[in-house]
């Protein structure tokens, strides 16, 4: 039960995405800028503050280690499907560069696949016995053990203040924290989905086009000649 929930909630999260998308593009885009800017912004204050607490006030904040963790957990699961969108995970591109046009393209829309083909057997790998594997599991089931155990994190608790009025146990489900595994998973497959529609249709070259060495030389050409002037 927890399983299919969870399937029409991705469902559910990721049609809404694409016609969000279709309609306010940059709202989106800016949207996810957002939530990945707060959250290195969160991890980034929480480590401040508790080195500030251990070495200034000999102290620290219960749980903060494994609340950073999760957070860097959170921004690169989400991350990952807003790299593929933006185009800015990097890659070796110089052999396929070499090919002709169309196969290029075609390896390009390959490349694609794969990564879709990764994501959804990250999410479940269960459709693979249509085929023989007897492979089984996968991001919605390891989840739906967590809902279903109800366990609670290690050391992540909420605040007195807040459980007690509410009548919540006092840690934190772990199955709150591993939610993104799955989310980010088929946020992952739908960018890689839309990259091999892009492809195909010539609007997208690659998957990946980050290329850092020569965004940097592009960005400071300029500089270079005027030191040489």
Do not use: C
């Not at 800017?37 to 251990?54: E, G, P, Y």
């Not at 083909?117 to 249509?130: E, F, K, T």
Request: proline content about 2%; aromatic content about 10%; charged content about 15%.
């Amino acid at each position: 039960m927890a399983a299919t929930g969870l399937y029409i909630f991705m469902a559910v999260l990721i049609a809404l995405l694409f016609l969000a998308e279709r309609r306010w593009p940059e709202a989106v885009t800016r949207l996810e800028e957002n939530v990945l800017a707060t959250l290195l912004a969160l991890i980034t204050i929480i480590s401040f503050v508790q080195v500030i607490m251990r070495y200034g006030f000999n102290a620290s904040f219960g749980g903060a280690l494994e609340l950073t963790r999760i957070l860097f957990a959170w921004l690169i699961l989400f991350g990952m499907s807003y790299g593929v969108k933006m185009g800015t995970h990097l890659g070796v591109d110089a052999f396929i560069r070499m090919l002709p046009a169309k196969a290029m393209r075609a390896v390009a829309v390959l490349g694609a696949g794969a990564t879709l083909l990764y994501a959804v057997m990250l999410i479940s790998v269960d459709w693979m016995q249509i085929f023989g594997a007897s492979s089984n599991g996968g991001a919605v089931v390891y989840w739906s053990k967590m809902y279903q155990l109800q366990l609670g994190l290690e050391d992540l608790k909420y605040p007195a203040w807040f459980s007690e009025p509410l009548g919540l146990e006092e840690r934190v489900k772990r199955w709150m924290a591993y939610l993104i595994l799955p989310v980010g998973l088929a946020l992952l497959a739908f960018r890689a989905l839309q990259a091999m529609v892009e492809i195909a249709r010539g609007d997208r070259e690659l998957i990946i086009a980050g290329h850092e060495a020569e965004d940097l030389v592009a960005e400071n050409k300029n500089v270079l000649k005027g030191e040489d002037a």
